[in-house]
């Protein structure tokens, strides 16, 4: 399976992987390893203040047929919040982002659907 390569040019943007060996731990450093295999050595710090290190493939991995462990950051969007407009027999019409505009067609007999905003993981 092809995993994701790990954009090892910005260690903030580098992460654990949640659920993960080492969740709850920061990565602090990289380093080049001697092994063809794992050639990342990574130094992380957890919140007690340890230190730990350990190395990596290209893709996050421990060992060759290991799932990753490391990963990039995912992006993190902000999800507009949305009325949702059908006429009376279900058939979709119209859609705004006003809650006013929404109350307006509530009156003049519209089902309105209420989505809030939210935030997703990209």
């Known amino acids: 399976m092809d995993y994701p390569k790990i954009d ?12 993960g060996d080492w969740d709850g731990w920061k ?8 092994s063809d295999n794992c050639p990342n050595l990574l ?4 919140s007690d203040g ?12 421990i060992w060759i047929n290991s799932p990753p462990a490391i990963r990039n950051k995912p992006k993190r969007v902000t999800l507009e919040e949305v009325w949702v407009i ?3 027999d279900g058939a979709w019409y119209s859609s705004t982002s006003s809650a006013d505009t929404a109350s307006e067609y509530r009156k003049h007999g519209y089902i309105v659907r ?7 993981e990209v």
């Open 114 to 120: 209420h989505i809030p905003a939210e935030e997703r």
């Open 50 to 61: 340890r230190f730990a290190a350990a190395t990596f493939t290209d893709d996050g991995r």
């Open 27 to 34: 990565v602090i450093g990289r380093y080049r390893s001697n």
């Open 8 to 19: 090892w040019s910005d260690l903030e943007n580098i992460e654990p992987v949640p659920g």
């Open 86 to 88: 059908y006429k009376a």
């Open 43 to 46: 130094v992380f710090e957890n």
